[in-house]
Each structure stands twice: as structure tokens, then as C-alpha cells.
């Protein structure tokens, strides 16, 4: 069983920075691809980056510019750098991993808290 384990979460200012992790119990080779969503109070869980296998990432509209997905595969390691945060970043930010043939992801970490001050 994969377990996948976020940390890097805090309070910042707006305008600051943070970098989260997500470390996986297994080869994050494996994987076809691996990213981050992020809930807010109230509100649906939001996909915010992606990086495949290959390396091709994907970004929300909404962090375009701002946010930077990273994988470490030596380290079995995934990485969200957060650059200008707003308050509207403010959510549990959840890392994730999908397998081969799989439409959904097959495992997720269990959150880390982001919260934005204005």
C-alpha cells in the first residue's frame, strides 16, 4: 500500500512563500502522474498542479505564475513551491498519485494546512 505524507504547510503573510512536500512510501516512477489539489471551508477540492511522468506539468488558471510543481524521484519526493501567496491560497493543500490506466487518483496524502494573511 502507497502512502504518500504531505508536510511544508503553515501561516505566511501575503506576498510570502512556501514549499510543500510530499513524500511516497514506494518508486514515484510508478506512477503516471502525481499533483496537488487543495479544499477550502466550504468549498470543492480544487486540482491546482500536475506533473507527469515525463515531467509535463499543468497549472490552475488561478496559480499560473505563481505556483511551481517539482518530483525528485531519488527521493521519492514531490514538490509544490508557492511564490506571492494570496489569502484566496488559504486551504488544505492534498498531494496525490495516479497509476497507470487510471482516471482518478489511486492515493492521497492526508492534507496540510495553508493559511494566508492578509
Known amino acids: 500500500q502507497v502512502q504518500l505524507v504531505e508536510s511544508g504547510g503553515g501561516l505566511v503573510q501575503a506576498g510570502g512563500s512556501l514549499r510543500l512536500s510530499c513524500v511516497a512510501s514506494?518508486?514515484?516512477?510508478?506512477?503516471?502522474?502525481m499533483g496537488w489539489y487543495r479544499q477550502a471551508p466550504g468549498e470543492q477540492r480544487e486540482l491546482v498542479a500536475t506533473i507527469s511522468r515525463a515531467g509535463t506539468t499543468n497549472y490552475a488558471d488561478s496559480v499560473e505564475g505563481r505556483f511551481t510543481i517539482d518530483r525528485d524521484n531519488a527521493k521519492r519526493t514531490m514538490y509544490l513551491q508557492m511564490s506571492n501567496l494570496k489569502p484566496d491560497d488559504t486551504a488544505v493543500y492534498y498531494c496525490?498519485?495516479?497509476?497507470?490506466?487510471?482516471?482518478?487518483?489511486?492515493?492521497w496524502g492526508q492534507g496540510t494546512q495553508v493559511t494566508v494573511s492578509s
Open positions: 514506494g518508486n514515484i516512477f510508478s506512477f503516471s502522474a
Open positions: 496525490y498519485a495516479r497509476m497507470p490506466g487510471a482516471t482518478w487518483p489511486n492515493y
